[in-house]
């Protein structure tokens, strides 16, 4: 039996970590193994994430007054809480690859990102957005482009007398070099 202070403790502890939070996902699991759970978890942590299970009534109390307090009608049965605190993508990229590979064993409830309420088809269309790295490269590549371009249109009248001097060279033959 799980006493009135440690109840206290850990509604503490998973509200402080709501607060941090960019997403948090509900997840129902069922017949997975200790090994696939361990691999979750540390799937999770390299994401910057973690999964919480905890009493369905000490979840509750956690999230009352917080944005997430709207994920409440998941909160029935076997529940994790899978919070992402870095790249809310990555997060949700990893709990949707688990929810189609283990198929029944584990699937989505819903989550909140950002404050947004994500039914289970909003978890997967968000977890097919590109990672912040990706969305960062192209953002590089579209703030380049007017500089190549740029050196790109300097360096061709270089370029085409060069072509003009090697074709002229061509024409001429071995001998006009001489």
């Given at each position: 039996?799980?006493?009135?202070?440690?109840?206290?403790?850990?509604?503490?502890?998973?509200?402080?970590?709501?607060?941090?939070?960019?997403?948090?996902?509900?997840?129902?699991?069922?017949?997975?193994?200790?090994?696939?759970?361990?691999?979750?978890?540390?799937?999770?942590?390299?994401?910057?994430?973690?999964?919480k299970v905890t009493k369905n009534t000490l979840a509750r109390r956690a999230i009352a007054g917080t944005p997430y307090e709207v994920s409440e009608r998941w909160l029935d049965g076997q529940t994790a809480l899978v919070i992402g605190y870095e790249d809310a993508i990555a997060v949700t990229k990893i709990v949707a690859k688990w929810a189609e590979t283990e198929g029944e064993k584990f699937s989505i409830k819903?989550?909140?990102?950002?404050?947004?309420?994500?039914?289970?088809?909003?978890?997967?269309?968000?977890?097919?957005?590109?990672?912040k790295e990706a969305l960062r490269a192209q953002l590089l590549g579209v703030l380049q482009a007017p500089a190549q371009k740029l050196v790109r249109l300097l360096a061709e009248p270089g370029a085409q007398f060069a072509r003009l001097m090697n074709s002229r060279k061509e024409k001429l033959g071995p001998d006009a070099a001489e």
């Open positions: 039996m799980v006493k009135k202070q440690e109840k206290v403790e850990v509604v503490a502890e998973l509200g402080d970590k709501l607060k941090r939070a960019q997403v948090a996902l509900l997840t129902a699991y069922r017949g997975l193994t200790v090994a696939q759970t361990n691999r979750f978890r540390s799937e999770l942590r390299g994401a910057g994430g973690e999964c819903g989550g909140v990102f950002e404050g947004e309420v994500l039914e289970p088809k909003g978890v997967v269309a968000l977890s097919k957005t590109p990672s």
